[in-house]
């Protein structure tokens, strides 16, 4: 059964020669999913470090990095089961890109902190269905659909901590600017084995 994500407001899906190039080279895209849960851990620990004034946030974000750095360890079980090791993190383009859109001052660094982070996670949860339909019955397809269905909760998640702390009018004009980069940004980006 296919992995559904009906709420995803992304304007530019991932196109099928995607797919098909992490599944030729499953072990690469294994180590670069590794890199990217270690490294959502990390983001969600250095927002609650910038933002040690916002109760909900702090805790929101001691949970989601609790979470990834799960997501890691459980990734990591897969890699060495494979045979293989974890390897250096390389510079994801694609996060590195998105963050170029991130404003300066305090709340509308927040919004675009929160609302780049959402859709990041959303990305992330088209391509881990992607990657959880195209693979064979079993156990790893089942940890990719509860990956899809995680990473789905997570670009919920940050899209209400923005509604938490600011204006309805000024996050929906700023999210429907931020998902045309995005998809500016994804068709941009070559076709390898990697989440991004």
Known sequence: MPTPMPTSPLRYPTPAAW?????ANFDAFLLDHAAAEKKASG??????????????????MADLAVEELT??????KWIHRRGLLTV??????????????????????????LLTASIIEARGAERFAL?????PPGALKKFYQSIARSEERHYELFLALASRYLDAQVIAARWEELLDIEAGIVAGLPIQAALH
Not at 43 to 60: G, K, T
């Open 71 to 76: 997501h890691y360890r459980e990734v990591v």
């Open 19 to 23: 797919t098909e190039t992490v599944m």
């Open 43 to 60: 983001m969600a620990i250095s927002m609650l470090s910038h933002y040690p004034d916002r109760v909900e946030l702090v805790a929101a």
């Open 88 to 113: 250096a993190d390389r510079k994801d383009h694609y996060v590195l890109a998105l963050r170029e859109s991130i404003r300066k001052g305090r709340e509308v660094y927040l919004l675009d902190r």
């Open 131 to 135: 990657v959880a339909d195209a693979l």
